[in-house]
């Protein structure tokens, strides 16, 4: 590796889940380094089928340490489901730690969510409603809760007391009856109890491992179309899912990251409001979200989907630096006549081809290249050669492009339906 950054290079849900598990089999580490659980990652493998919302998909190499790092936002009472699904399956999590800087999603801030969302009416931003925005908000603002807080009752008490005059206030506004410090504080103890020995200070299982030259594996959450800076905001995270935050987030400087892997659908899919330029809502689209079972791995919600947008994953590459592509789902593609690559916007009279600020993303109209199917399916190939001419044109194109080489060719969820290709020197 030995330090590698896994990043959506799109709106999110482009399969870094699958790619984190894949690679995590060479891995001592793996840190998640931002978001929260509003997002899953979709993992298949010989243990079955999970969707992770926390727990770094790393988990499944026994020898592999697992950090929720500090730059993520934990909801204890999701961690706690998930780590119950995976002792039920006889996956091991003797080396899951928690950051004790990591900030915690505590059951207002879902609340508070909620109810600000419902407030915005016709201006909705498509929130998952799981507390991600509130506990970003509290933890910019220094009202935050991190997990290390949990292990010490009297300044935690001291804390949310100084925390639910605040949140008490914002829930006047919206006629809510007011928090109770007692019950909140039991709610915290019961996480401190049930996860107290995971949280620990990680630096000194990072620091040493960096050194070593240990291969340790960054794992990104959402990409970087909702980035809470680069993304089409305000419809966007409230975080940043780019490799630029990585290096705060796990814990390491940035000049040991030396691999970046972009991770891309062979099409384009989102979940939530905001402009989506490619978007169909025709038979193709419709196709899409069915054979690629497009539904959010967290809400259930339907993805929209619409064809290859390579603006915005030129946008990804610039702001990441990637030093690869992996390509997901290419296999959905199987049986379709013609496809398209959207190459630019155009914008009134001119076409563009970077992304613009969200005003005038929503104005634009893709400019589309069209290129041939393959009746062929993709599933059986193993390797590069094994793809149909007309699949191997099609990620030619994408990976020129980009402008980066093209490492990995994903056509089915399994470890081994993913192709590994060689870089070029």
Known sequence: MPVTAVVGAQWGDEGKGRMVD???????????????????????????????????????????????????????????????????????????????????????????????????????IGTTGRGIGPTYSDKAARFGIRLGDLKRRDYL??????????????????????????????????????????????????????????????????????????????????????????????????TAIDRVVGV????????????????????????????????????????????????????AAWLNGFTSLAVTKLDVLDGMQKLRICTGYRLGDRVIDYVPDTPDMEEVTPVYETWPGWDAPTTEARTWDDLPKPARAYLHRISELAGVPIEFVSVGAERDQLLTLELPA
Not at 82 to 109: F, G, I, K, Q, T
Not at 277 to 282: G, H
């Open 22 to 124: 894949y690679l995590a089999q060479d891995a001592d580490l793996v840190i998640r380094f931002q978001g929260g659980d509003n997002a899953g990652h979709t993992v298949v493998n010989a243990a079955g089928k999970f969707a992770l919302h926390l727990i770094p998909s790393g988990i499944f190499n026994p020898k592999t340490v697992c950090i929720i790092g500090t730059g993520a936002v934990v909801n204890p009472a999701t961690l706690l489901e998930e780590m119950r699904a995976l002792e039920a399956a006889n996956v091991s999590l003797d080396n899951l730690w928690l950051s004790n800087r990591a900030h915690v999603v505590l059951p207002y801030h879902r609340l508070v969510d909620g109810l600000q969302e419902a407030a915005r009416s016709g201006a909705r």
């Open 157 to 254: 008490r001291q804390r949310i007391g100084l925390h639910l005059e605040q949140k008490n206030r914002t829930l006047a506004l919206f006629n809510a009856p007011p928090l109770d410090l007692d019950e909140v504080m039991e709610t915290c103890l019961g996480y401190a109890e049930a996860l107290g020995d995971r949280i620990v200070d990680t630096l000194p299982l990072v620091q040493p491992a960096v050194r070593a030259g240990k291969r340790l594996l960054l794992e990104g959450q959402l990409g970087v179309m909702r980035d809470l800076d680069w993304g089409t905001y305000p419809y966007v995270t409230s975080s940043n899912p780019i490799v630029g935050a990585a290096s705060a987030g796990a814990g390491i400087p940035p």
């Open 264 to 315: 891309v659908k062979a099409y384009s899919t989102a979940v939530g409001a905001g402009p989506f330029p490619c978007e169909l809502d025709d038979a193709d689209g419709e196709r899409l979200r069915l054979v690629g079972a497009e539904y959010g791995a967290t809400t259930g919600r339907p993805r929209r989907c619409g064809w290859y947008d390579a603006v915005a994953v030129g946008h």
